[in-house]
């Protein structure tokens, strides 16, 4: 997903002008922005401060997450979710390394969704929503095995 989310920024970068938007059959719209806050502005703009908290913060918790998954610490599902979390706060992480902004392309205000979002930003939502999945219906994971360690 980390893969995907890069080359679709990439792609963004060198075909869309900046806030122009690109209308398509659909839902959903292209509009090439560039996002210095978080998701849905929530944190002001404070030029490099926010740029170098927000890519740590990012950095931080995909390696927080990519951990847990290593030492196989928690179900299959949350695994999966996991992996879709930390893929996608690398990505932004790595658009603000590099560019100084998160870039955002998918505009959705078709249907009345006024933010524009990217491939990372699905990422994070699949991944919280597998997390969620995996906390209400636990019957879905096998049991974990005791191995004699009684």
Request: proline share 3%; hydrophobic share 55%; net charge neutral.
């Amino acid at each position: 997903m980390l893969a995907l989310d890069q080359l679709t920024k990439l792609w963004a970068l060198r075909s869309l002008e900046t806030g122009a938007t690109v209308e398509l059959p659909g839902p959903v719209d292209l509009t090439l922005v560039f996002n210095r806050s978080n998701a849905f502005g929530l944190v002001p703009d404070y030029g490099a401060l926010s740029r170098w908290a927000l890519a740590s913060v990012g950095l931080a918790a995909a390696a927080a997450l990519l951990g847990s998954i290593l030492r196989r610490s928690t179900s299959t599902i949350n695994a999966f979710g996991f992996a879709l979390i930390g893929a996608g706060a690398a990505g932004n992480a790595l658009d603000r390394l590099r560019l100084g902004a998160v870039v955002d392309l998918f505009d959705a205000s078709k249907l009345r969704f006024v933010w524009i979002f990217n491939t990372a930003d699905v990422s994070i939502d699949l991944g919280i929503a597998l997390v969620l999945l995996a906390a209400l219906l636990p019957s879905l994971e096998a049991p974990k095995t005791d191995h004699g360690n009684n």
